[in-house]
């Protein structure tokens, strides 16, 4: 047994929390970068919410709304130099994943001169980043307890993140109340992803007895409770607690332990069809884990129990019953992927991904990676 185990942030979870958005924000700064997207906080209100309750807290903001699904790293330039020309002292994410994801590559380049992707692919090394705070407002990518920011270049299309402990907030504010706005399709997608980090952690070749832990809770709470939620949207219901804790430690384990093969295959995907993470991931990982399962079968027997099966043998069968349960059967083809594309995408995921195809149980040749592609289209 031998592991490392370091995610020095702080995880305010539960409900009402968000009040604490002003407050938190000024132990770390007096000018806020406020990181958010086109709609969704403006729409629920969380936008206005927070500007009070900043403004309450004596810290100055500056909103910086440019964020997209899969961001860019030019977005992330953009961000980074509004932060630096307003001399913003911390960054402040609210949103899902991709907003996340972009506070957190904002709070890095605005410390860390020249283009984003030296850092990404190692040909640069950071030395620190503006501190963070960040609110989380889908259930997915669980990116509020991690140091990980997945960006998509748009002149390449290469998806890959770049992850050290620089990219870790100070503080994570999770309030499963601001779960509760998602319409039932984004709800979905994002809690399949939520559930596929730690599938792929618990099967993967780097897990360590804490991510053990925390992955298997985080798969059986999903299991239990995101079917719930998808057949009956109860803004009440405790399984909104159960999907937002479940989605954290989703995040947390794979900065311990890493993604795998479904990770590293559908990031080519979005990269280059700006297609949502969680579909792609559902069109993809029952054709996957067919492959993987018995190489690891005692982990992949565990998974399907917790789905309701018996063995690693029904495991796919029993992640598309879950896909059907919350209502997200879907294949490549329907997101647009063409068999046209299956070549590039094959050698962009090894170009992009090869430590997250190395984690898998199975190493996959090109021609796999192309066979599951293309089955994966329908």
């Known amino acids: 047994m031998d592991f490392n185990f370091y995610l020095p942030v702080n995880i305010l979870f539960g409900r009402g929390k968000a009040e604490?958005?002003?407050?938190?924000?000024?132990?770390?700064?007096?000018?806020?970068?406020?990181?958010?997207?086109?709609?969704?906080?403006?729409?629920?209100?969380?936008?206005?919410?927070?500007?009070?309750?900043?403004?309450?807290?004596?810290?100055?903001?500056?909103?910086?709304?440019?964020?997209?699904?899969?961001?860019?790293?030019?977005?992330?330039?953009?961000?980074?130099?509004?932060?630096?020309?307003?001399?913003?002292?911390?960054?402040?994410?609210?949103?899902g994943g991709s907003i996340m994801d972009a506070a957190k590559a904002i709070a890095f380049s605005a410390v860390n001169e020249g283009n984003i992707s030296d850092y990404i692919y190692g040909r640069k090394t950071g030395t620190g980043a503006l501190p963070m705070v960040l609110v989380p407002t889908t259930c997915g990518t669980g990116s509020e307890g991690n140091g990980i920011a997945v960006l998509t270049d748009?002149?390449?299309?290469?998806?890959?993140?770049?992850?050290?402990?620089?990219?870790?907030?100070?503080?994570?504010?999770?309030?499963?109340?601001?779960?509760t706005t998602m319409p039932k399709s984004v709800l979905s997608s994002v809690g399949f992803d939520a559930f596929t980090h730690s599938l792929e952690a618990y099967t993967g070749n780097r897990l360590n007895p804490i991510s053990e832990a925390l992955s298997y809770k985080a798969m059986g709470m999903l299991a239990e409770h995101l079917p719930k939620l998808v057949k009956d949207n109860d803004k009440a219901s405790e399984s909104w607690d159960a999907v937002s804790l479940a989605s954290t430690f989703g995040g947390m384990v794979i900065f311990m332990s890493g993604v795998s093969a479904a990770h590293a295959m559908e990031h080519p995907a979005s990269g280059l069809k700006d297609i949502v993470h969680g579909r792609g991931l559902a069109a993809l990982t029952p054709h996957i884990v067919e492959r993987q399962a018995k190489y690891r079968p005692e982990k992949f027997a565990e998974v399907s129990r917790l789905l309701g099966g018996t063995g690693a043998e029904d495991c796919a069968d029993l992640i598309r019953r879950?896909?059907?349960?919350?209502?997200?059967?879907?294949?490549?083809?329907?997101?647009?992927?063409?068999?046209?594309?299956?070549?590039?995408?094959?050698?962009?995921?090894?170009?992009?991904?090869?430590?997250?195809?190395?984690?898998?149980?199975?190493?996959?040749?090109?021609?796999?990676?192309?066979?599951?592609?293309?089955?994966?289209?329908?």
């Open 154 to 179: 748009p002149d390449t299309k290469d998806k890959k993140a770049l992850a050290n402990c620089y990219c870790i907030a100070r503080a994570s504010i999770v309030d499963p109340e601001l779960m």
């Open 20 to 95: 604490l958005i002003g407050s938190e924000t000024a132990k770390y700064g007096t000018h806020a970068l406020l990181v958010t997207g086109r709609g969704s906080t403006k729409k629920s209100g969380l936008l206005d919410r927070a500007l009070s309750l900043l403004e309450k807290s004596g810290v100055k903001a500056t909103v910086f709304d440019k964020v997209t699904q899969n961001p860019l790293t030019t977005t992330v330039a953009d961000g980074a130099e509004l932060a630096k020309t307003e001399k913003c002292d911390v960054i402040l994410g609210i949103g």
């Open 322 to 378: 879950f896909l059907h349960d919350i209502e997200l059967e879907v294949t490549l083809g329907d997101l647009g992927i063409t068999s046209e594309d299956v070549d590039w995408m094959a050698e962009n995921c090894l170009k992009t991904a090869p430590g997250n195809l190395a984690n898998s149980p199975v190493q996959f040749s090109i021609g796999d990676l192309k066979e599951i592609y293309t089955r994966a289209i329908g």
